[in-house]
């Protein structure tokens, strides 16, 4: 696949996040606003994960039958189209309406990683996955700051330049993004998913629930033990977010040509097992520290478990193995800051040492999964 094609579909997906990542800076007090309480805050904030964790098989799926880029598109106007109605909401049902839609289009990024799949050979796919990750952390770190600035204007202000943006993104798509010419027409049905598969996604889960456990109770332990307020903690994960993007950049395909995509992404599990609990236990400094390395080793992770999915069966199916990924990812998403938190209050450390655990399994599972039949048949037809 030309070059440029490919970084058609990473800023593709980058201006995607970068759009749904503007309006979280407001978002709560937009919802405060609008009547919600602590707990329908949460229920705010899980519908995206919620309607992710159903719709992004389906997504998928989808894109095996009907082509990479319709699917694609369909999931940018779905966005643009979410983050107006968000802009527009005047009660909080229609702001948890308008999050769940956009959660249901979020699956964008499972087609985007079948689309580099299907178009770049076997040797440069963990590299094009790298990039993609590259692409998500850094809308992570760039759009809530844009939201910051556009904050003083409102939420709406947010929520409208956010759907501008998506437009504007969809817009440039549907000129500039063919569908990759590698891509194979799946057959009507499939079977349920294999070993190799269940495994892959049961990686995924166990780090992103690791990871959003740190992520959820790091605000608290930063203001309890360290005297953190909103900037330190902002620039805290703003650190995290970069080591995760700088390992993304490059390192991460160098270690995968050396050791291969399972070996990595194992390494990268055992490495957040053993900076997990090391983040409360020390001085604010460690605690940084430990966090940037544990969000480098969840770099190490991410797209060498993509890669391994999409080598984890035939290639016209590779849209669903990728979405079943990402539902797995969304489903840590709903469940991890909730076990954080009730791990956080019967003890600081609980948490962290839960996470460390999960890792852990995680690294096995991960190599588990390489010595599956599916994967070295996958691996061996998309050669």
Same mark, same amino acid.
């Given at each position: 696949m030309r070059r440029p094609v490919q970084l058609v579909i990473v800023l593709t997906v980058f201006i995607d996040l970068l759009g749904f990542t503007v309006i979280l800076p407001s978002l709560p007090f937009f919802a405060a606003d609008l009547g919600a309480t602590g707990i329908l805050y949460g229920f705010t904030v899980t519908a995206y994960s919620v309607a992710q964790f159903l719709a992004a098989p389906l997504l998928g799926r989808l894109s095996d039958l009907y082509g990479r880029r319709p699917v694609l598109l369909l999931a940018l106007a779905g966005s643009a189209l979410s983050l107006a109605l968000s802009g527009a909401a005047t009660s909080l049902g229609w702001l948890i309406a308008a999050r769940a839609l956009a959660g249901a289009f979020g699956g964008s990024i499972s087609v985007a990683q079948a689309y580099l799949a299907d178009a770049v050979p076997e040797e440069r796919r963990t590299a094009a996955m790298a990039r993609l990750g590259m692409a998500i952390g850094t809308a992570f770190v760039a759009g809530p700051a844009l939201g910051a600035v556009l904050a003083p204007w409102g939420f709406q202000a947010s929520a409208y330049a956010a759907a501008a943006l998506a437009a504007a993104n969809l817009v440039a798509a549907w000129f500039l993004l063919p569908e990759p010419p590698g891509r194979r027409r799946a057959p009507g049905r499939t079977g349920p998913p294999g070993t190799g598969v269940l495994l892959l996604?049961? +990686? %995924?889960?166990? /780090?992103?629930? !690791?990871?959003? %456990?740190?992520?959820? /109770?790091?605000?608290?332990?930063?203001? @309890?033990?360290?005297?953190?307020? $909103?900037?330190?903690? %902002?620039?805290?994960? #703003?650190? !995290?977010?970069?080591?995760? &993007? #700088?390992?993304?950049?490059? $390192?991460? +395909?160098?270690? &995968?040509?050396?050791? %291969? @995509?399972?070996?990595v992404a194992a390494a990268g599990a055992v490495v957040m097992a053993a900076c997990l609990p090391v983040v409360p236990a020390g001085p604010a400094w460690l605690c940084v520290l430990a966090v940037c390395v544990l969000s480098a080793g969840n770099g190490l992770v991410t797209p060498t478990v993509a890669s391994l999915l999409a080598a984890a069966g035939p290639p016209d199916r590779r849209g669903a193995r990728l979405g079943a990924g990402q539902s797995a990812s969304a489903f840590a998403r709903i469940v991890g800051p909730a076990g954080a938190g009730v791990l956080f209050d019967a003890g600081v450390a609980l948490p962290y040492v839960a996470g460390a655990g999960l890792a852990g399994l995680a690294a096995v599972t991960v190599l588990a999964a390489r010595n599956t039949d599916a994967l070295s048949v996958g691996q061996q037809e998309s050669s």
């Amino acid at each position: 696949m030309r070059r440029p094609v490919q970084l058609v579909i990473v800023l593709t997906v980058f201006i995607d996040l970068l759009g749904f990542t503007v309006i979280l800076p407001s978002l709560p007090f937009f919802a405060a606003d609008l009547g919600a309480t602590g707990i329908l805050y949460g229920f705010t904030v899980t519908a995206y994960s919620v309607a992710q964790f159903l719709a992004a098989p389906l997504l998928g799926r989808l894109s095996d039958l009907y082509g990479r880029r319709p699917v694609l598109l369909l999931a940018l106007a779905g966005s643009a189209l979410s983050l107006a109605l968000s802009g527009a909401a005047t009660s909080l049902g229609w702001l948890i309406a308008a999050r769940a839609l956009a959660g249901a289009f979020g699956g964008s990024i499972s087609v985007a990683q079948a689309y580099l799949a299907d178009a770049v050979p076997e040797e440069r796919r963990t590299a094009a996955m790298a990039r993609l990750g590259m692409a998500i952390g850094t809308a992570f770190v760039a759009g809530p700051a844009l939201g910051a600035v556009l904050a003083p204007w409102g939420f709406q202000a947010s929520a409208y330049a956010a759907a501008a943006l998506a437009a504007a993104n969809l817009v440039a798509a549907w000129f500039l993004l063919p569908e990759p010419p590698g891509r194979r027409r799946a057959p009507g049905r499939t079977g349920p998913p294999g070993t190799g598969v269940l495994l892959l996604s049961g +990686t %995924g889960f166990l /780090t992103m629930a !690791a990871f959003v %456990g740190m992520e959820t /109770t790091l605000a608290f332990l930063g203001r @309890d033990r360290y005297g953190w307020g $909103p900037e330190a903690i %902002g620039l805290a994960m #703003a650190a !995290a977010g970069l080591s995760m &993007a #700088a390992v993304q950049a490059g $390192p991460v +395909t160098l270690l &995968a040509r050396r050791w %291969g @995509d399972a070996r990595v992404a194992a390494a990268g599990a055992v490495v957040m097992a053993a900076c997990l609990p090391v983040v409360p236990a020390g001085p604010a400094w460690l605690c940084v520290l430990a966090v940037c390395v544990l969000s480098a080793g969840n770099g190490l992770v991410t797209p060498t478990v993509a890669s391994l999915l999409a080598a984890a069966g035939p290639p016209d199916r590779r849209g669903a193995r990728l979405g079943a990924g990402q539902s797995a990812s969304a489903f840590a998403r709903i469940v991890g800051p909730a076990g954080a938190g009730v791990l956080f209050d019967a003890g600081v450390a609980l948490p962290y040492v839960a996470g460390a655990g999960l890792a852990g399994l995680a690294a096995v599972t991960v190599l588990a999964a390489r010595n599956t039949d599916a994967l070295s048949v996958g691996q061996q037809e998309s050669s």
